[in-house]
T-cell receptor
Framework: RKEVEQDPGPFNVPEGATVAFNCTYS??????FFWYRQDCRKEPKLLMS???SGNEDGRFTAQLNRASQYISLLIRDSKLSDSATYLC????????????FGSGTRLSIRP | DVKVTQSSRYLVKRTGEKVFLECVQD?????MFWYRQDPGLGLRLIYF???????EKGDIPEGYSVSREKKERFSLILESASTNQTSMYLC?????????????FGPGTRLTVL
């Protein structure tokens, strides 16, 4: 079983829709969590960190469920520019060798 | 504006060649990382460095070595390139470790080994 698992997609949704995807992790000692965005043929860039209390940044909401060991990303009112691959990242405290990237979920927004 | 640069966007080498991939960051970050990214496998950590002349193995160090002689520069070395090292290589840097440590990535080097 992979340490971090994501549904690869692709998720193909119309503009304006709400879309959500999850990422599960296997190590309960995992400490910090992130969503990165990667556009086609570009480098990953941090989208948002994920806090225990959940956090929101405009149309994006990230949640952490430690009991079930998953994080989620919700995108409301999706835009064409949201089309990208979303990478889930899980790290363990102060140990860079335990940074684990999921293989990504591909999202495609259609007009 | 923060910047991580990599020496080449595309590289084609032959089996057995020694390959150097260079990465430079201008943010005075202590931590630097080398990853490879393959379809379906995500990013996998090869090596990282938390200070000049310091290095730690990541998840897949076999066939690779690294060098960090200066804080801003982190080099990945393929001693004898093989076809299974054909991949996208991404360098990243981050400030000193903490719980919330954003990584800044370079644009990547697509390496093809023939």
């Amino acid at each position: 079983r992979k340490e971090v698992e994501q549904d690869p997609g692709p998720f193909n949704v119309p503009e304006g829709a709400t879309v959500a995807f999850n990422c599960t992790y296997s190590n309960s000692a995992s400490q910090s969590f992130f969503w990165y965005r990667q556009d086609c043929r570009k480098e990953p860039k941090l989208l948002m960190s994920v806090y225990s209390s959940g956090n929101e940044d405009g149309r994006f909401t990230a949640q952490l469920n430690r009991a079930s060991q998953y994080i989620s990303l919700l995108i409301r009112d999706s835009k064409l520019s949201d089309s990208a691959t979303y990478l889930c990242v899980v790290t363990q405290y102060s140990s860079a060798s335990k940074i684990i990237f999921g293989s990504g979920t591909r999202l495609s927004i259609r007009p | 504006d923060v910047k991580v640069t990599q020496s080449s966007r595309y590289l084609v080498k032959r089996t057995g060649e020694k390959v150097f991939l260079e990465c430079v960051q201008d943010m005075d970050h202590e931590n630097m990382f080398w990853y490879r990214q393959d379809p379906g496998l995500g990013l996998r950590l090869i090596y990282f460095s938390y200070d000049v002349k310091m290095k730690e193995k990541g998840d897949i160090p076999e066939g690779y070595s690294v060098s960090r002689e200066k804080k801003e520069r982190f080099s990945l070395i393929l001693e004898s390139a093989s076809t299974n090292q054909t991949s996208m290589y991404l360098c990243a840097s981050s400030p000193p470790s903490g719980i919330y440590n954003e990584q800044f990535f370079g644009p990547g080097t697509r390496l093809t080994v023939l």
